[in-house]
C-alpha cells in the first residue's frame, strides 16, 4: 500500500506562510483526489481541502478560503497545501490523505490511507 508523507510543518508567527507538502511513495500513485485534513487534541480531525487530480478542481473549508491554496505535481506525486495569514486558530496536526470521485466530501470516512501528520504552530 502506498504511503503518504506529509512535511513542512512548523512553529511560525501569525500573519506567516507555510507549505505543507504531502508525497506518495509509490511513482504509480494516482489518485482521483486528495485531500487535507487537520485536529487538534480534544477534537475530531476537521477538513481543511481537497482536489480532484484529474482536473484540478477544489473545495476548501470556509474559514481557510482565501487564504490556504490546494494544489498538486502529478509527476512528482505530490500535494501541497499553501497556508498564507497564518492565524493562531489554524495550529494542529495536519493531514494528507487519499481520496475517491467526491473530491468534495468533507467527511474523513471518505478518505483513507493518512499520513503521519505534520505541525503547524501559529502564536501570536
Known amino acids: 500500500q502506498v504511503q503518504l508523507v506529509e512535511s513542512g510543518g512548523g512553529v511560525v508567527q501569525a500573519g506567516a506562510t507555510l507549505r505543507l507538502s504531502c508525497t506518495a511513495s509509490?511513482?504509480?500513485?494516482?489518485?482521483?483526489?486528495m485531500g487535507w485534513f487537520r485536529q487538534v487534541p480534544g477534537k475530531e480531525r476537521e477538513f481543511v481541502a481537497s482536489?480532484?487530480?484529474?482536473?484540478?478542481?477544489?473545495s476548501y473549508l470556509d474559514s481557510v478560503e482565501g487564504r490556504f491554496t490546494i494544489s498538486r505535481d502529478n509527476v512528482k506525486k505530490t500535494t501541497f497545501l499553501q497556508m498564507s495569514s497564518l492565524k493562531p486558530e489554524d495550529t494542529a496536526v495536519y493531514y494528507c490523505?487519499?481520496?475517491?470521485?467526491?473530491?468534495?466530501?468533507?467527511?474523513?470516512?471518505?478518505?483513507?490511507?493518512w499520513g503521519q501528520g505534520t505541525q503547524v504552530t501559529v502564536s501570536s
Open positions: 490523505a487519499q481520496g475517491g470521485p467526491f473530491f468534495y466530501s468533507h467527511s474523513t470516512s471518505d478518505y483513507s490511507n
Open positions: 509509490d511513482s504509480t500513485f494516482n489518485p482521483e483526489s
Open positions: 482536489i480532484k487530480y484529474s482536473n484540478g478542481f477544489t
